[in-house]
């Protein structure tokens, strides 16, 4: 697990008592090590991550400012979603995909920030959109990569065998959902963002429903405009 006393905090007894108070030890989730339920804020989890293990320490950055403008039960969740380890080096390293789009070290990380900001401006423009169910999908939506693929010291990706098997849609999917069993969001909310997650782009896809959400569509085309990019414009 992430290490705790990496927190940077005032030297106030009572502010670190804050922070950390209502955490169980850590259990065992689908294999993986993960905190137990939390009865208050969880740890912020991305502000734990080391900045040498990205090429780009501003994208690390930029992805925090992005998840604490969202309101609380949101921003606790993105956390929540990376509080391993394994997972949190691996969103911050490997490439977006291994022949397409972002496709070097840290791409993944450059492509979710680029998809994040699109669809905050994008939801600034559309009336009824819901911001925060819309910029915690962009950061999710590929955050099934983080176990489909991995990369070596010399930059060659390849994937998994979790995402020769699966898909990182699928495993995104299961990730939320772990997530979403510590931090819970109110329950419409919860539907809208893992309907962001699921929900194909054309009928008969995996059969999988079409998007239905104003959030959705927001994600496709943020998505669809960040990975229409050459990999080496975005470097």
């Known amino acids: 697990m992430l290490d705790a006393s990496l927190i940077s905090v005032s030297s106030s007894t009572e502010v670190a008592t804050a922070v950390l108070i209502g955490w169980e030890p850590a259990t065992e989730i689908h294999g993986q090590s993960a905190p137990a339920a939390c ?12 900045p040498e293990w990205t090429p780009k320490a501003q994208d690390l950055a930029m992805l925090i400012t992005m ?31 291994c ?12 492509h979710t920030i680029e998809v994040m900001l699109l ?15 819309a910029i915690a999908a962009a950061m999710l939506h590929d955050i099934g990569k983080c176990r489909e693929y991995t990369i070596n010291r010399l930059d060659m990706s390849r994937r998994t ?6 898909v990182h849609r699928q495993i ?45 569509h927001i994600l496709q085309a943020a998505d669809g405009v960040s990975a229409s990019a050459k990999s080496e414009d975005r470097r």
């Open 99 to 110: 022949h397409h789009h972002h496709a070097f070290r840290g791409g993944l990380l450059a």
């Open 172 to 216: 995104g999917y299961a990730m939320l959902l772990d997530a979403l069993k510590r931090c819970p969001i109110e329950a419409h909310m919860s539907l809208e963002l893992q309907h962001c997650l699921v929900a194909a782009d054309g009928p008969n896809y995996m059969s999988l429903p079409r998007k239905q959400t104003i959030e959705a």
């Open 119 to 133: 669809v905050e401006r994008m939801c600034e423009a559309m009336k009824g959109a819901d911001r925060d169910v």
């Open 39 to 50: 009865n208050t804020t969880p740890l912020p989890y991305l502000k734990l991550a080391n």
């Open 67 to 97: 998840v604490d403008s969202l309101s609380a039960p949101f921003a606790n969740l993105l956390h929540a979603c990376l509080a391993n380890d394994t997972d949190m080096k691996a969103f911050l390293a490997v490439p977006g995909s």
């Open 161 to 166: 065998k979790q995402g020769k098997l699966l």
